[in-house]
């Protein structure tokens, strides 16, 4: 089953950037990364996809590793308002169920 | 142009009741998603849904849940004989065109069963 794996909890300091790290190993050959942030309890927001390639946009950037088991999102200067749950998303494949892991609770830093 | 439209926002229901859940997707987008999320938890599939079909339930328990997506009017997702484990917020996403389009979400609503 798909799966993803990201750290609980990362703090960053404003201004700085944040690097937010997703473990998909059992991603398969043409299904999708997506990043999704959740701030308190609404309705997630869509940040950016990517297949293979790196890819940016004027939220952030998303670099896939070459064997696509991992990727990171960065957040080139974290806000306060950055603040959120971020969740690395994958859809198991052959279906349309999107596969939401526990997420990281960015904090950023005064 | 609206976003995707979720009501209510908080809902309470004693165990037995029946819960209904509406979602008006954006204007133009076809394919509804059904999403749980409990406490401290990240969201958990249910169902997808496009007008008149549903299309992947693999995530909807397999009793006393349903939804539907007529022609006309809102997406409803129903919970029949609700439980205290049902509680959690339910969050619909629309988008226009399937699978590998972003997802449009709503603001959820809360259900709370007594």
């Known amino acids: 089953d798909a799966k993803t794996t990201q750290p609980p909890s990362m703090d960053c300091a404003e201004g700085r950037a944040a690097n937010l790290p997703c473990n998909h190993s059992t991603i398969s050959g043409n299904e999708y990364v997506y990043w999704y942030r959740q701030i308190h309890s609404q309705g997630p927001q869509y940040i950016i996809h990517g297949l293979k390639n790196n890819e940016t946009n004027e939220m952030a950037s998303l670099i896939i590793t070459e064997d696509r088991k991992s990727s990171t999102l960065i957040l080139p200067h974290a806000t306060l308002r950055d603040t959120a749950v971020y969740y690395c998303?994958?859809?198991?494949?052959?279906?349309?169920?999107?596969?939401f892991g526990t997420g990281t609770r960015l904090k950023v830093l005064a | 142009n609206a976003g995707v439209m979720q009501n209510p926002r908080h809902l309470v229901r004693r165990r037995g009741q029946e819960a209904r859940l509406r979602c008006s997707p954006m204007?133009?987008?076809?394919?509804v998603y059904w999403y749980r999320q409990l406490p401290e938890e990240g969201l958990k599939f249910m169902v997808y849904?496009?007008?008149?079909?549903?299309?992947?339930e693999s995530g909807m328990p397999k009793e006393r849940f349903s939804a539907e997506f007529p022609k006309e009017g809102p997406s409803i997702l129903r919970i029949q004989q609700v439980v205290r484990g049902d509680s959690a917020a339910y969050f619909c996403?629309?988008?226009?065109?399937?699978?590998?389009?972003?997802?449009?979400f709503g603001p959820g609503t809360r259900l709370t069963v007594l």
């Open positions: 996403a629309s988008s226009p065109e399937a699978s590998r389009n972003e997802q449009f």
């Open positions: 849904l496009q007008k008149e079909n549903i299309i992947d």
């Open positions: 998303i994958v859809r198991e494949a052959g279906t349309y169920k999107y596969i």
């Open positions: 204007k133009g987008h076809s394919h």
